[in-house]
């Protein structure tokens, strides 16, 4: 009864996904037969997982979940929410090693306020739905920090002042947060029951794979970027792509100043795409359909208990 075939031409679909959009126009050309080949088995692959979901008693990825709006605007704002996470904890310490010129350790607690934002977010946005049984303008608002935190990230320069970088990332913490917690319990209360299961990890498979191709088309725009801002600011036979922070740390002031210029510009479009996308999120809040929640914990909720 395992969905041996499903599982595969899923794998099959993302691992293509991710290889063309992480791989083309960089290492190889869009129009390469390589490149040609993924996008060619991808596409064979989506329609020929969906027939034999249709058909397997024990499908990976039920469609009839499909059939649940809930489930589908939260995927689609829980990819959105993968997609600017994975793209702040991949670009944002690259940021504080070169312009910031401090170690990928500390680089890496410097994320931390990012981090306790999503903590902070999630938590609170339990709270409150524990409280009150209401949910749905949680990830409205939290979409609107989301953007405003992305947007304050688009102007991001060499000499930003760490009191205002870590308020950046808390913003745009704060905002992922209620997605994650938000999602996975309006999933839940919406799907029958014997549905939980597949559709917590289904929802969970969306954000991650909305990661995983954003963290790849963000790199190949930031590598093009990079290559055209460097050119002229790096020594002879350097590639931009690793040239990293020792290597900027050894150039004369000047040339070390331009770089992690170069840098940070290069990021700019990232985060505007980023902020961007998160409004495409935040006009999918705007369609949420709140149900009540079963058992909620509380004072004279229903099912409410101590």
Do not use: C
């Not at 946005?125 to 009150?132: E, L, V, Y």
């Not at 040339?255 to 795409?273: L, Q, S």
């Not at 998160?278 to 006009?283: G, I, K, R, S």
Request: aromatic letters at 8%.
């Amino acid at each position: 009864k395992i969905d041996y075939l499903g599982a595969v031409l899923l794998t099959t679909a993302l691992s293509s996904v991710v290889l063309f959009t992480s791989l083309g126009g960089r290492t190889y050309a869009w129009d390469s037969p390589f490149i040609l080949s993924l996008i060619a088995l991808a596409a064979l692959a989506v329609p020929a997982f969906l027939m034999v979901e249709r058909r397997a008693v024990e499908p990976i990825l039920p469609l009839a979940l499909f059939s649940h709006s809930t489930f589908i605007l939260f995927s689609g704002i829980g990819a959105i929410v993968g997609a600017s996470m994975f793209g702040a904890a991949t670009f944002l310490p690259l940021y504080l090693q070169v312009a910031k010129g401090i170690s990928p350790t500390d680089s890496g607690l410097q994320m931390l306020p990012m981090m306790l934002g999503v903590m902070a977010g999630s938590i609170g946005s339990g709270r409150i739905m524990a409280k009150t049984g209401h949910y749905r303008r949680l990830p409205f608002f939290g979409m609107i920090v989301l953007v405003t935190g992305l947007s304050t990230l688009t102007q991001l320069q060499p000499d930003t002042p760490r009191w205002m970088l870590i308020g950046m990332m808390a913003l745009v913490g704060l905002g992922m947060g209620p997605t994650m917690s938000v999602g996975t319990t309006a999933i839940q209360n919406a799907v029958p029951r014997e549905m939980l299961g597949v559709a917590t990890s289904g929802f969970t498979l969306f954000r991650q794979v909305g990661g995983s191709i954003g963290i790849a088309l963000f790199g190949a725009l930031f590598s093009s970027q990079l290559g055209a801002k460097l050119a002229g600011h790096l020594p002879p036979g350097a590639e931009p792509g690793a040239f990293g922070a020792a290597q900027v740390a050894a150039l004369p002031p000047a040339a070390r100043t331009a770089v992690a210029t170069a840098f940070t510009e290069a990021m700019h479009p990232i985060f505007a795409i980023a902020a961007a996308l998160a409004a495409v999120a935040f006009v999918l809040t705007l369609f949420i359909v709140e149900k009540p929640l079963e058992h909620r914990v509380g004072h004279g909720g229903p099912g409410g208990g101590h």
